[in-house]
């Protein structure tokens, strides 16, 4: 089966930066989308980032936009998250995801989507 784990979070100041990676095994990643999303103590998973299966799209929350980077890497079968200018509000567990099929376009947006998650990571930003 599909396993995903992320690794990279941490605590930062406001204002820092950090990188999550997402490995992936039993799956090509290449053949897939994939989509970062992140929740936080009382709230709802909520989407943060996507990439297209050819990569060559990528789609982010209005509150990440400027902000932050998906990007993968097809050959260490690994998607990343690049984080920056972090706020307090980043706070929160972040887990990376993938679908049993092949969605594109405003699918990737909605974590019912998606069938694989990793375990996830906490991202911590303090003021």
């Known amino acids: 089966q599909v396993q995903l784990v992320e690794s990279g979070g941490g605590l930062v100041q406001a204002g820092g930066s950090l990188r999550l990676s997402c490995a992936a095994s039993g799956r090509t990643i290449s053949r897939y989308p994939m989509g970062w999303f992140r929740q936080a103590p009382g709230k709802e998973r909520e989407f943060v980032a996507a990439i297209s299966r050819s990569g060559l799209s990528t789609y982010y929350a209005d509150s990440v936009k400027g902000r932050f980077t998906i990007s993968r890497d097809n050959a260490k079968n690994t998607v990343y998250l690049q984080m920056n200018s972090l706020e307090p509000e980043d706070t929160a567990v972040y887990y990376c995801?993938?679908?049993?099929?092949?969605?594109?376009?405003?699918?990737?947006?909605?974590?019912?989507?998606?069938?694989?998650w990793g375990q996830g990571t906490q991202v911590t930003v303090s003021s």
């Open positions: 995801a993938t679908p049993t099929v092949s969605y594109s376009g405003t699918y990737l947006l909605s974590a019912a989507h998606y069938r694989y």
